[in-house]
């Protein structure tokens, strides 16, 4: 399996890490323009030694930590044309990007396996499908930013908890849930 995570940041980075301790003979690469910056720490994957560091290759250290022979490629580029992700049962494609303009990039129905991950102003978190899914619209600027809150840190785990068990379940068998969880905490399957 050929995993590729486009956003390395809060939900990116961190996913990274849980799935390549879930599945680690699974090929990953990871896709991220961004530098590491101290703000990161405390709730992205990342630690001290890589501030600075190209948010991709610092994956790779990480992963290290986890999985003997890791396969893994960084890539540290910003992604600014429409995806052209290849149709095929041995590829996965994770949308962790920030922003409703690099979303609809990788927004293509063309029937590859796309995964939408990410936190929206109509839902707290948000766990879709390609066939399901509509970019939503940026959170506004004048709403605090979940992945710099410390109070956010175990949402965002149980967020990704339950999305390594959609990956999980789609791996075996094929099954492609989507979810959403509310500003009510509900979870709600779709």
Same mark, same amino acid.
């Given at each position: 399996m050929q995993v590729i995570i486009y956003g390395l940041g809060t $939900? =990116?980075?961190?996913?990274?890490?849980? @799935?390549?301790?879930?599945?680690?003979?699974?090929?990953?690469?990871?896709?991220d323009f961004d530098k590491v910056e101290d703000r990161n720490l405390r709730v992205q994957a990342y630690f001290k030694e890589h501030i600075k560091a190209a948010k991709a290759s610092a994956l790779a250290? $990480? =992963?290290?930590?986890?999985?003997?022979? @890791?396969q893994?490629?960084?890539?540290?580029?910003k992604v600014e044309t429409p995806l052209t992700p290849e149709v095929s049962r041995d590829y996965l494609y994770i949308d962790c990007f920030d922003n409703r303009f690099s979303r609809k990039l990788l927004n293509v129905k063309n029937g590859a396996n796309i995964l939408h991950l990410g936190?929206?102003?109509?839902?707290a978190a948000e766990c879709i499908w390609d066939d399901k899914y509509d970019p939503p619209n940026d959170i506004s600027s004048d709403l605090p930013d979940i992945c710099q809150m410390a109070d956010a840190i175990g949402f965002i785990q149980f967020f990704l908890g339950a999305v390594t068990m959609v990956i999980s379940e789609w791996a075996d068998n094929l099954v492609k849930k989507s979810f959403i969880i509310t500003n009510k905490t509900k979870i709600v399957w779709i």
């Open positions: $939900i =990116g980075s961190n996913l990274f890490v849980q @799935l390549i301790r879930q599945f680690p003979d699974w090929r990953y690469t990871g896709v250290s $990480i =992963g290290a930590r986890y999985v003997h022979n @890791l893994y490629l960084p890539l540290a580029f936190f929206s102003p109509l839902h």
